[in-house]
């Protein structure tokens, strides 16, 4: 850490270095490029952070479980679309007999 005299005689010397008509325009410059590194860093630090949640999740995560998911949800949807393919040509099929609910008369 930087004691008030030290800062003091730096920002004397660079006063006398670039004088006062360019020591403004380098400080909001060098303003903006510190304001630049640190978006930067903080971006790169919230991209590791969800790299590793990744990698956790993945490490939390049963490979077989998920494909003995997936095969059951496959098989349910191979049923499902035998079905709606019954349904389908039960209703196209001229020779069906129309519904008959005996309670309706």
């Given at each position: 850490?930087?004691?008030?005299?030290?800062?003091l005689?730096?920002?004397?010397?660079?006063?006398?270095?670039?004088?006062?008509?360019?020591?403004?325009?380098?400080?909001?410059n060098?303003?903006?490029?510190?304001?630049?590194?640190?978006?930067?860093?903080?971006?790169?630090?919230?991209?590791?952070?969800?790299?590793?949640?990744?990698?956790?999740?993945?490490?939390?995560?049963?490979?077989?479980?998920?494909?003995?998911?997936?095969?059951?949800?496959?098989?349910?949807?191979?049923?499902?679309?035998?079905?709606?393919?019954?349904?389908?040509?039960?209703?196209?099929?001229?020779?069906?007999?129309?519904?008959?609910?005996?309670?309706?008369?």
């Amino acid at each position: 850490m930087l004691s008030s005299w030290e800062i003091l005689t730096l920002a004397l010397l660079a006063l006398l270095i670039f004088g006062p008509e360019r020591l403004p325009g380098m400080a909001r410059n060098a303003g903006k490029t510190i304001s630049k590194l640190r978006t930067e860093a903080n971006s790169t630090l919230d991209e590791l952070k969800r790299a590793s949640q990744i990698e956790e999740l993945k490490a939390a995560v049963d490979p077989s479980e998920l494909r003995e998911a997936a095969a059951t949800l496959e098989a349910e949807a191979r049923q499902l679309g035998e079905a709606a393919d019954e349904a389908l040509a039960a209703a196209n099929d001229e020779r069906a007999p129309a519904p008959f609910d005996p309670d309706a008369t």
